[in-house]
Each structure stands twice: as structure tokens, then as C-alpha cells.
């Protein structure tokens, strides 16, 4: 059984910086693609950034240059590391598993509960 925990997220100002943790269990990360995802106050869920099984690497074009998305391996754990924050980044953050053969849609995969990330201006 699939396992998601998220933390970090927390209140900041505008130009500051955060790290997201996701702790995996059940979790075979070379078979996963492993995503960050986020909803905002009235907006839909959308990605925000996105590991494969073989480390490739892809952001909405929102966070490019801004948040880095990595893993540990040894931990189970992977890491949104966010920069320059700004209010529009404003959201609950969600961590996403999704087996590679099904990453066309994250929700053949499981979520974690989320963390709240709020920007303040």
C-alpha cells in the first residue's frame, strides 16, 4: 500500500524560500514518476513539478528557475525546494505517485493528505 506524507509547508513572506519533504512507503521510486502538484484558493490542481524513475526532471512554467524538485533514494523522501517565493504560490501542495506506465494522469496514482504553503505580500 501506497503511503504519501508531506511537510514543510508553512507561512512566509514574498521572496523567501521553502522546502517540501514527501516520505514514500510502498514506493519503488525507479518505477514511479513522482510529482508535486498544487491548488490554490478557488483554482484547480495543477502540476508544479515532476521526478521520473530515471531522474528526469520537469516544472510548470510558473516555477521554472525557481523550485527544484529532488530525491533520496535512501530516505523514501522526495524534495520540492522552492525560491523567490510569491503570493500567487499561495496553495495546498500535494505529493503525487503515479507508476510510469500510468503517468499520463496522476490520478491513477496516490496522493498524500497535503501541506499548506502561504505567501504573504
Known amino acids: 500500500q501506497v503511503q504519501l506524507a508531506e511537510s514543510g509547508g508553512d507561512l512566509v513572506q514574498a521572496g523567501g524560500s521553502l522546502t517540501l519533504s514527501c516520505v514514500a512507503s510502498g514506493v519503488i521510486f525507479s518505477m514511479n514518476v513522482m510529482g508535486w502538484y498544487r491548488q490554490g484558493p478557488g483554482k484547480q490542481r495543477e502540476l508544479v513539478a515532476r521526478i521520473t524513475g530515471g531522474g528526469s526532471t520537469d516544472y510548470a512554467d510558473s516555477v521554472k528557475g525557481r523550485f527544484s524538485i529532488s530525491r533520496d533514494s535512501a530516505k523514501n523522501t522526495i524534495y520540492l525546494q522552492m525560491n523567490s517565493l510569491k503570493p500567487d504560490d499561495t496553495a495546498l501542495y500535494y505529493c503525487?505517485?503515479?507508476?510510469?506506465?500510468?503517468?499520463?494522469?496522476?490520478?491513477?496514482?496516490?496522493w498524500g493528505q497535503g501541506t499548506q504553503v502561504t505567501v504573504s505580500s
Open positions: 503525487n505517485a503515479v507508476h510510469l506506465r500510468l503517468s499520463h494522469d496522476p490520478n491513477l496514482g496516490s
